[in-house]
């Protein structure tokens, strides 16, 4: 097993995975703030990014974590934004916009079209071969 220090009280833990390097009970409490954070949301869901991290003592940048992960969801009035990770365009959760997802997407689905298209081009040339050999048996 692998003993970790944890990042926000520096004590010794047994490190089991996850992107938390944190102690359990640094995790529980985290957890709790979690539940604060969005219990404060749902009463006050036209509450900034600011404000959310003042009022519950988290840093903006563990609330900026949270909807990078989708575990928070604000409503369409709500002003909190981050950015899209490509293009920098504002969205409310997780980690693109509609626009670069399906870009991605379809970059993705390109790179599958691109490897059958090389298979055709060994096809062609061993067409090609093949033709030559026949011209050569003559
Ligand atoms: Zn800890
Ligand atoms: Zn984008």
Redesign the pocket.
Known sequence: MEVKNCKNCGRLYNYIGGVYRLCPECMRKLEEKFQEVKDYIEDNPRADMREISENCDVSTRQIEQWIREERLSFSDDSPIGIA??????T?RTGR??????N?LANRLGGMYGSRSSTVDADKIRERREKARMRFLDK
Not at 96 to 101: G, V
Request: net charge negative; glycine share 8%.
């Open positions: 899209c990770e490509v293009c920098g365009a969205i693109y916009c509609e626009r670069c997802k870009d």
